[in-house]
């Protein structure tokens, strides 16, 4: 009896389409092969591989062709019945291939398909073996082990009474519920009434199973003990029972709870109590310990491995924070330690039309990121952990330094004691500390204890010591820097007259009593999603594109359906409204949605009629190039400086060209190349995808309806998700998901087939993979990949992919393709792809500088490549 687990829950089947059939009810994001351990992207996808790899490997000749003197063996039933078609073509009679003995032979190939569809519509190839028969004799019935029911020959599933086996069990109903409670935000009452209805199903079958027993024991004449050790066995086995009994453990919301709580890795959140506010009302809110997440963290071996893994990187290219001048200068972190990245928003949860809530649910919210992780895996919204939430008006009223304390005290004691952790036969202490905050400008002015105005603070700048004066007569001017010694000098003279903000100061930060963390050695990141996209590059396009449509060199209309065809033909989903009356100053769009429209602007004014010299047009590409260089994942250190340079030209353009003063985010993106040189790129501190987590929130409350208490129950609430998450165990994994792929190198093209067998490519062990997902990155065919610049510059090298290969066995991954030339047209801000290349070449994954594939744009008979960052340089 050969069995199939499930990949997600381990249980055991004797039919390889009941698994596949099982399976969809763990509806997880990736797939993985229990066999091979390769992951896929969809349903689909995994069949295909499993029934073309494995089920037939395994299952070996299963169909034998009853004919005698015919040595037929196939796997595939299809192919029986052509063959068996060509027996009855010669008046020769065919039996049923899967050996039962019917009393005459079957006269069609069709009378044959309609006797597998009766007797055999269950059995699989693999369940199947050439002996079995439908109508077995008495003394080939095969007694069972002593304790075990065994549904096997109906193609069912394989149970036993072993305790592992029906916790099994248990963790699915438990995680399905889980999964509805707390992803998919089911109310506690309609759970309630799912778990009502399974358990009056198990009653009435507990019942009929009782009575058929009973007339099964007078009939071959059982004594009462033999029927009561049965029914014992039963009740044993009964798993509805143990879930949705009288004493079932999911029998109520109390249970179920209980029961998440124990089996989930369920970190408590915590109420912390704070004095009474204005209005006498008595405040709190709601802390997950820090410490305990961590350890919960920490337990699961595969993020281990991930967190603390060798970091590979590039000479002369910084990828991540680890390549920082601050992480590398400092004395505490290093790959070992846990380095934690903070995030602080508030957001409004709630939203009635009306009015009469607004502001009512505002929450803040303080989530946790681990920056050892890869940045892929960092970005991804599952992976940002809750750290507390408090209502906006209690952090407003009782400061920050009051809401923070917790969080702190624990940040000292992973400084100084660290966290115990098990290993197998020994303990490990890991120690760790804040490496930065992720804030827009006002959150980070709140908790350095700034002045959290703008425009009317003579200081508004947290990096240096401008005054708007100073930036109003000369945009470039440079200023002392802040820096933790300054900051104490601005505190004793605070302390004087703590009644008058001195230079900003306005108070302490709690966050300067860690030893190895000072918000004002680059402790707060910039954000650049509200510095450029929600920020000076919005009001910047507005004004540039107004200027355009009123000299008459380009319409409204024209750029508003432009915009929209390149974005639907490069399948970007974002609509942008362009709106020039005097009401508007900036274009209304989401912060994505204007990064979208800054990518596209070189394909947006390709066909327009603008000179080369015009200081608009001009001013644009300085937008992109400046865009383009702060999102780059891998950043040079020529183009830190080519990124100074860009800013200080666009900077005395747009001074020049408009009378519209200069914003604060102006100046603060000034400060962007030494950040970068301290931090590492930007983007790695993107605040977008935690923002993304307060939607979990919004969904919760707009499908519970439940206002009750909303810190407790979004708190508890988010916990449950991160259950369901550890369950499924797979978001820490850093592997090809494969989506499109040719299983064998048989079915590839000859001409394919010859180049690579000159890298030595074609194995048996390998996938040939179209479109698969690695390192978060989708690649597919005719994708471009940066290779190098030319000798002299004036063109760029990129390969055009025609197959990514796995292999599985090294767990490695090569990328076959076609060099080709692209040339820099630097005037129009367009590469233009030179189709005339052609050259085979294969690398590895991992030589590849940049590993983010670029796809293109056709128009006129062109190529262009659509690029969303900077291309490195050498």
């Known amino acids: 009896m050969v069995e199939f687990k499930c990949p997600a829950c381990d249980l055991a089947f004797g039919d390889v389409e009941a698994c596949f059939r099982h399976i969809r009810i763990h509806q997880q994001r990736t797939i993985q092969c229990p066999e091979c351990r390769v992951d ?81 519509r269950n059995r699989s190839a ?74 009056e199903a198990e009653t009435a079958q507990t019942e009929l199973l009782r009575s058929a027993l009973r007339q099964a024991a007078r009939t071959v004449e059982m004594n009462e003990s033999s029927r009561t050790n049965l029914e014992n066995l039963l009740g044993k086995t009964n798993v509805m029972g143990r879930c949705f009994g009288q004493a079932g453990v999911f029998r109520t919301a109390h249970m179920r709870k209980k029961y998440f709580r124990g089996n989930f890795r369920f970190v408590e959140p915590v109420n912390i109590p704070l004095q009474r506010n204005d209005e ?120 920050p330094n009051k809401i923070f304390r917790r969080l702190i005290e624990d940040m000292k004691v992973l400084e100084q004691e660290g966290i115990e952790i098990n290993r197998g036969s020994e303990n490990i202490r890991i120690f760790g500390s804040i490496f930065t905050t992720m804030n827009d400008n006002l959150g980070a002015h709140q908790i350095s204890g700034l002045t959290e105005n703008f425009s009317r603070s003579p200081y508004f700048c947290r990096t240096c010591y401008i005054v708007h004066d100073q930036f109003s007569s000369d945009c470039l001017y440079q200023a002392r820097p802040r820096t933790p010694v300054t900051h104490a000098e601005d505190l004793r003279v605070l302390s004087e007259n703590p009644t008058v903000p001195y230079r900003e100061v306005k108070s302490t930060t709690i966050f300067n009593e860690l030893a190895y963390f000072n918000m004002f050695d680059y402790g707060a990141a910039p954000c650049v999603a509200h510095d450029l996209f929600e920020g000076w590059a919005n009001f910047d396009i507005f004004l540039i594109l107004r200027r355009l449509v009123q000299e008459r060199l380009v319409t409204k209309n024209y750029l508003q359906i432009r915009a929209n065809f390149i974005l639907k033909k490069l399948k970007i ?152 998450l ?46 698969g997902c690695y390192q978060g990155h989708t690649y597919s065919k005719n994708d471009y990949l940066y290779l190098q610049h030319d000798e002299y510059s004036n063109s760029i090298i990129f390969l055009k992919l025609k197959l990514v290969i796995f292999d599985s066995a090294l767990n490695r991954i090569h990328v076959l393709g076609e060099k080709w030339i692209v040339v820099d047209i630097h005037e129009r801000g367009i590469l233009e792809v030179d189709r005339t290349g052609g050259e085979i070449d294969c690398k590895l994954i991992e030589d590849f500088v940049d590993k983010t594939p670029i796809t293109s744009y056709f128009e006129n008979k062109k190529e262009y490549l659509f690029i969303k960052h900077a291309i490195p340089l050498q």
């Open 40 to 120: 896929f992207r969809s349903l689909e996808a995994f069949k295909k591989h499993f029934r073309q790899r494995h089920l037939a490997k395994s299952a070996g000749p299963v169909f034998k062709c009853s004919v005698d003197g015919c040595e037929f063996f196939e796997n595939n039933i299809n192919k029986v019945y052509k063959h068996a078609s060509w027996h009855v073509a010669k008046g020769q009679p065919v039996f049923c291939p899967f050996g039962c003995k019917t009393s005459k032979p079957l006269p069609t190939s069709n009378a044959l398909r309609i006797h597998q569809m009766y007797f055999h």
């Open 126 to 199: 693999k369940a199947t073996s050439v002996e079995t028969e439908c109508h077995p004799e008495p003394d080939q019935i095969q007694q069972d082990e002593p304790m075990e029911l065994d549904t096997a020959g109906t193609g069912g599933m394989c149970i036993r009474p072993v305790a592992t086996d029906l916790h099994r069990v248990e963790m699915v109903f438990g995680g399905l519920f889980l999964k509805l409670l707390s992803k998919n935000h089911v109310p506690d009452s309609a759970i309630q009434e799912i778990v009502v209805a399974l358990g």
């Open 280 to 399: 006498h009302n008595q405040c709190n809110y709601y802390y997950v310990p820090i410490l305990e997440t961590l350890k919960s963290m920490l337990e699961d071996e595969k993020l281990f491995k991930v967190l603390f893994r060798e970091r590979n990187t590039n000479a002369g290219f910084m990828s991540d924070y680890t390549d920082g001048q601050k992480f590398q200068n400092s004395t505490f972190f290093s790959n070992n330690t846990l380095n934690i990245f903070i995030y602080q928003d508030a957001a409004e949860v709630v939203v009635n039309a009306i009015g009469n809530a607004t502001g009512r649910h505002k929450l803040l919210c303080v989530y946790m990121v681990l920056g050892n992780l890869p940045p892929h895996l960092r970005c991804l919204t599952e992976n940002v952990q809750l750290v507390l939430l408090c209502k906006n008006k209690d952090f407003a009223y009782f400061g």
């Open 573 to 724: 989903k974002t609509q942008i409204a362009l709106d020039f009356t005097r009401r508007t100053k900036t274009i209304k769009a989401k912060a994505c949605d204007v990064w979208h429209l800054i990518q596209i602007m070189p394909l947006l004014l390709l066909k327009c009629n603008i000179d080369d010299s015009n200081p608009m047009l001009s001013m644009l590409l300085l937008i992109k190039n400046i865009c383009d260089i702060v999102t780059s994942p891998v950043i040079s250190n020529d183009q830190i400086y080519l990124l100074a340079a860009l800013i200080r030209d666009y900077m005395e353009k747009r001074a020049t060209e408009f009378d519209v003063p200069l914003r604060p985010k102006h100046h603060f993106t000034a400060h962007y190349p030494k950040m970068i040189l301290w931090l590492g790129p930007l983007m790695q501190y993107c605040t977008m995808y935690c923002e993304r987590k307060h939607c979990f929130f919004k969904r919760a409350l707009r499908s519970t309806l439940n206002f009750k208490n909303v810190l407790k129950f979004c708190s508890e609430h988010h916990q449950y998700y991160q259950g369901v």
């Open 726 to 771: 550890n369950v499924q165990n797979r978001r820490f994994e850093d592997k090809i998901t494969i989506e499109k792929f040719v299983e064998k190198y048989q079915d590839l093209p000859a001409s394919t087939q010859d180049q690579l067998n000159t890298f030595s490519l074609l194995e048996p062990n390998m996938i040939y993979i179209e479109t």
